[in-house]
T-cell receptor
């Protein structure tokens, strides 16, 4: 069965520090991978999605970047965090083919920039 | 435009009553799926129901059903016999280009005992 792991669950970082959030998927190959950000009590903002290794689509110009070094690994990074980067970050995957499947989500990372 | 719109930021329902959450979307495709997700306080995203666009019959999952109006690009979620555990954020979602899953802004549902 497929599983998705996202870590860490909680992170408190000072302004100006770097960030690395990791997400891995098991039990499938060539998934589409996503990073979303959710501000408190708000909707899901799509940050990045990837349809293959090294293929990253960015939706919102910002302080963050994403990379996909391996088929089932998706990393969200920042060189210098801003206060506005605080939020709840969700990684998700969908199968690479077909339109009839749901998105599967990780447990999320609560990032607080202080 | 690749947009999914939920026009109700908050909704409230009395326990055991029925509530309908609205969603509209924009697409030029004819064959696609639509999804409703629930996000309880734990923040884990849970699939509630999915609808196939080429099926005229509205999807139903126990107390959850949809009212799918393809021409109007409307996809509302009806929750019958509301329970306290239904309190959550609800998101509708549409996979643009089969690989770009977009979500609405969400509706926060409160269930009053």
């Amino acid at each position: 069965s497929q599983t998705i792991h996202q870590w860490p669950a909680t992170l408190v970082q000072p302004v100006g520090s770097p960030l690395s959030l990791e997400c891995t998927v098991e039990g499938t190959s060539n998934p589409n991978l996503y990073w979303y950000r959710q501000a408190a009590g708000r909707g899901l903002q799509l940050l990045f999605y990837s349809v293959g290794i090294g293929q990253i689509s960015s939706e919102v110009p910002q302080n963050l970047s994403a990379s996909r070094p391996q088929d089932r690994q998706f990393i969200l990074s920042s060189k210098k965090l801003l206060l506005s980067d605080s939020g709840f970050y969700l990684c998700a995957w969908t199968p690479g083919q077909g339109i009839n499947t749901e998105a599967f989500f990780g447990q999320g990372t609560r990032l607080t920039v202080v | 435009a690749q947009t999914v719109t939920q026009s109700q930021p908050e909704m409230s329902v009395q326990e055991a009553e029925t509530v309908t959450l609205s969603c509209t979307y924009d697409t030029s495709e004819s064959d696609y799926y639509l999804f409703w997700y629930k996000q309880p306080p734990s923040r884990q995203m849970i699939l509630v129901i999915r609808q196939e666009a080429y099926k005229q019959q509205n999807a139903t999952e126990n107390r959850f059903s949809v009212n799918f109006q393809k021409a109007a690009k409307s996809f509302s979620l009806k929750i019958s016999d509301s329970q306290l555990g239904d309190a959550a954020m609800y998101f509708c979602a549409y996979p643009y280009n089969n690989n770009d899953m977009r979500f609405g802004a969400g509706t926060r549902l409160t269930v009053k005992p």
